[in-house]
């Protein structure tokens, strides 16, 4: 879980080095083009096999809303800190969770409500709406992460449906064919350094969600998930020691108080899961 904060965190770098040298839709193409790479032996089995027309407007609605994130998070991500879009992107879970709630009738009880709006007081800690001005890239990455979590609600569903692996190669394939036309319109001619940048965006992705699920497989969440906050430190070391942006207080209290909201709902959910799973020899029958 370590290395997959580490790799997330130069995700994060590798793009605010970038900054606003090429649009937000180009880079975020160029990006998806170099994930594909990674990805092609998951893909083309899956392609000759095909998918109903249902899984196939699933993936489109999913690629839509993706890639509509990914443009919000580029563009926010060259404008403010690389601490408050870490931070701000801590909401991607509560989205999720409340989207749950709204679209897919699952119950949220009270505990999880209060853990919710914790959550939330912790992302106004971190925007301070009314302290100081909020700037067009703390509104796009407030839409990135409510764009991202419509996006993880889709995936949901298609997880029920078919493979993980699949899903994921599926989102990199169609978030590519939606970007094409966005960075088609105001395209500028990369360097081969702006190019080999974003191809270790794509690897440090790749490898990030790699660790990650290795973490989930070998240790309970209650290991791997309070290792998240880490994120943030390391996203404000990076940002401090690298582009010289200054360490905010108040965007490491906001983060904690949302990691740690995070952290009691996602535990909550596991206990539940474990409560209510039927035993092995109650399943013989179906």
Not at 60 to 67: E, K, N, Y
Not at 81 to 91: D, K, M, S
Not at 118 to 131: E, K, Q, S, T
Not at 244 to 261: H, N, R, S, Y
Request: aromatic share 10%.
């Amino acid at each position: 879980m370590l290395a997959a904060g580490l790799s997330f965190v130069a995700v994060n770098g590798t793009v605010r080095w970038l900054g606003q040298a090429l649009p937000a839709a180009e880079g975020a193409f160029i990006r998806f083009a170099f994930g594909l790479v990674f990805l092609i032996p998951l893909l083309l089995p899956a392609l000759r096999r095909g998918f109903t027309p249902r899984i196939w407007s699933m993936f489109a609605l999913r690629g839509g809303l993706h890639t509509l994130a990914v443009i919000l998070w580029f563009y926010a991500m060259a404008r403010i800190t690389v601490a408050e879009v870490t931070a701000i992107g801590f909401l991607n879970p509560i989205v999720v969770t409340i989207g749950a709630a709204l679209l897919m009738g699952e119950r949220i009880s009270w505990r999880r409500a209060l853990a919710i709006a914790v959550a939330l007081c912790g992302a106004l800690i971190v925007l301070r709406p009314g302290l100081r001005v909020l700037e067009p890239g703390h509104i796009a990455q407030l839409g990135a992460s409510v764009t991202f979590g419509a996006s993880y609600l889709v995936a949901k569903r298609l997880s029920e449906q078919v493979p993980a692996a699949v899903v994921v190669a599926m989102m990199s394939l169609t978030v590519c064919i939606g970007l094409a036309p966005f960075a088609a319109m105001n395209w500028v001619q990369p360097t081969l350094l702006q190019c080999a940048v974003l191809a270790c965006t794509a690897f440090f992705a790749t490898a990030g969600h790699y660790a990650m699920t290795r973490a989930f497989a070998a240790a309970p969440l209650t290991v791997t998930q309070p290792v998240v906050f880490l994120q943030l430190i390391w996203a404000s070391l990076l940002g401090a020691l690298v582009f010289a942006e200054p360490v905010d207080l108040w965007v490491l209290i906001g983060g904690a108080v949302m990691i740690g909201a995070i952290c009691y709902i996602t535990l909550r959910e596991a206990r539940m899961r474990r409560v209510v799973t039927p035993p092995p020899d109650a399943l013989k029958e179906v």
